[in-house]
């Protein structure tokens, strides 16, 4: 009997499901609707009305030997219980083997990011297995990110390991929503670069194609979009967005001597107009032996990088 593995990736508008075998193969997928109001227990008849719906589909030949899940927030492998899952109120103190345990298979629960991180390393490019030091970094809505050190994801005292979005670029600057300032996810996020042609905007610094449609609009992609038509303020967001993300990245790379780190997320589909101002960031702030050494790549999984950190959490034998 093959082994197959029940996931699912708790998001703040959806909930993506998955079966997965050993391989990183999806022997089956579904997505199901995130209700944020949903109070504790009905969080968990939720779970297990999703996860009846995808055990259906496990193929005849698959055994399940269990319940892998990932979510916004700091967790303790079965319990979300604090800060960052702030629009799933509902989630705090599920105790996520109870659902499981419904099922009768082992259960085991993980902040998402870190989750997508370890997905990268045990499924996502074969190279990344050479590198000592990872770091990937998720840019959209929010900015988030996780560590494998020594071929073991690095979850920290609380769970919390790998939280770059709440990195500080600018002292005494935005309001962020965990209570401190100027961190680099109200810069460099989706609503961050946005914000920021708005700030160049109101400033009078400068007036192109993009002022007009960015106020009407105000979404990230149509800055990338304007950059390829070389619309000067558009440039000057990436420029500006990307050095700060550098900036926050190179904490990272002082701290843990680094050596890979990868990017991936929303916001990176157009990387390759990011990638330079982050590299210049990361030469100016970081120490000269790693700074020469790094290695700066694009994540590989996309969309399925979380739901293959789930398959990891059972299949990949850290030691
Ligand atoms: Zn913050």
Known sequence: ?????????????????ALLSKEGNFLY???????????????????????????????SDYKLIGFASGSPGMADKDTVHIGGAENIPGLYGIKFSDVGDFFNIPSRHENDANLATLGEFVYGDEENKNYNGIMAVTLGTGIGGGFILDGRL????HGGAGEIGHVCVVPNGLNCNCGSR?????????????????QKIHKGIKKTALTFTILEEGKAKIIF?????????????????????????????????????????????????????????????????PARDIAIKSASLGNDAGLLGCAALFFYNEN
């Open 1 to 17: 009997m093959k082994e197959a593995v029940v996931a699912l990736d708790i998001g703040g508008t959806y909930i993506k499901g």
């Open 154 to 157: 690095y979850i920290g005292s």
């Open 182 to 198: 100027g961190c680099i996810e109200q810069y460099a996020s989706a609503a961050g670069f946005v914000n920021s042609a708005k």
């Open 225 to 289: 979009d304007y950059a390829k038509k070389d619309d000067e303020l558009a440039l000057d967001v990436i420029r500006e967005c990307g050095y700060y993300l550098g900036i926050s990245i190179s904490q990272a790379i002082n701290f843990l001597d680094l050596d890979l780190v990868l990017i991936g997320g929303g916001l990176c589909k157009d990387f390759d107009m990011l990638i330079p101002h982050i590299k210049s960031a990361i030469y100016d702030y970081t120490l000269r032996i």
């Open 29 to 59: 997928k579904q997505s199901f609707e995130t209700i944020a109001s949903l109070t504790k227990e009905e969080h968990k008849d939720h779970m297990i009305n999703m996860l009846k719906v995808l055990i259906e589909n496990l193929p």
